[in-house]
């Protein structure tokens, strides 16, 4: 059986660029107690993974993520908890503590959405750095149109998009296509196939298309977009009739999967557009790029500006008289690319 998570690593210029492919297409990659394990655990390797530069994640089958798997409450729904804790909160916290890591990565962290993004794949999207969309991608929160509560997600889609959008998104339930998502302020560019793999590649000086694509599009072991499981029961949806049963509770069953050839012409649109900002972040110098997130985070949990100020001249000093300041300033005069960009043999290009 398929790991729910792939990753695959390429070289970034001095460093590495890694890819994480959600890999649960028959349920639209759906976010399992399996799944959100996998991707803490990817987290924490990450965290202390000084060469890793660049995180991608993606989902495999024309999907990024729909949401939260409701299949195995479905005895819950409608009941109500008897004595002791209610074992729900900490399975919903877990999710939370997914959003906080993924946010409290080092790296520069990259969404390819491609499909849909559905409440909790919203909260995925909302801890990105860098958010690429292809044309066909379909952003919702429904979770209160279907009585839930988007408990987690909230506060991250408040930070990302600001309070009175997150409010649109979160209490309507409605669904927005790209444009809007880019026009909201979610989404930072989308995919628009100006540029193909292989230029992209090409003008990315080493850098390599990851094999992944490939797999999540439906041509390797990752490819499988028919739902192979037992469906679970869809709740319906706010001014929709009830819908079929189908894998998952927050997609409509009628959004499956792409035909091929549409399939790999979006795929490889975002494919090239990622690696064109695989491009650019190859000039920033990893641990300025650290230093900078953390005073980010900072401002994020609203500690007192004072504090954060001083905290980022402590960062500041310690850049400046550190090795990355000095290889950076002398290759900016010289015209040439700083060493953290030029790719080495050390790491196999």
Known sequence: MAPVLLTHRTPLGTGWTEVWTLNAPATRNALTDEMVAALRAACERARTDAAL???VLRGAGGHFCAGGSLGGFASAIGQPHGEGVDPLIAVNR???RLLQALCDLPQV?????????????????????????SPDAQFATPEVTLGIVPAQIAPFVVRRLGDATARAWLLSGARWNAQQALAAGLVNAIAD????????????HGLAPSPLWEEGRGEGSAATVEARAAPTPTLPQRGREPM???????????????????????????????????????????????????????????????????????????????????????AFAARQPAPWARPTKDNGT
Do not use: W, Y
Request: net charge negative.
């Open 244 to 330: 079929r049963p189908h894998p998952h509770p927050l997609l409509p069953a009628a959004e499956g999967a792409k035909p091929a050839r549409t399939l790999d012409a979006a795929d490889d649109a975002l494919h090239a557009a990622v690696l064109q900002k695989l491009k650019q972040l190859s000039h920033a110098a990893p641990a300025a790029v650290a230093q900078t997130k953390q005073i980010l985070a900072e401002l994020a949990t609203h500690q007192a500006l004072d504090a954060v100020l001083d905290d980022a001249a402590q960062r500041f000093a310690q850049a400046l008289r550190g090795p990355e300041a000095a290889q950076g300033l002398k």
């Open 193 to 204: 196939g100006a540029v193909n793999v292989s230029d992209a590649t090409s003008a990315a």
């Open 53 to 55: 530069r660049v995180i």
């Open 94 to 96: 877990d999710f939370g």
């Open 109 to 133: 962290l990259i969404a390819a959405v491609q499909g849909a993004a559905m409440g909790g794949g919203v909260g995925l999207v909302c801890c990105a750095d860098h958010v690429i969309a």
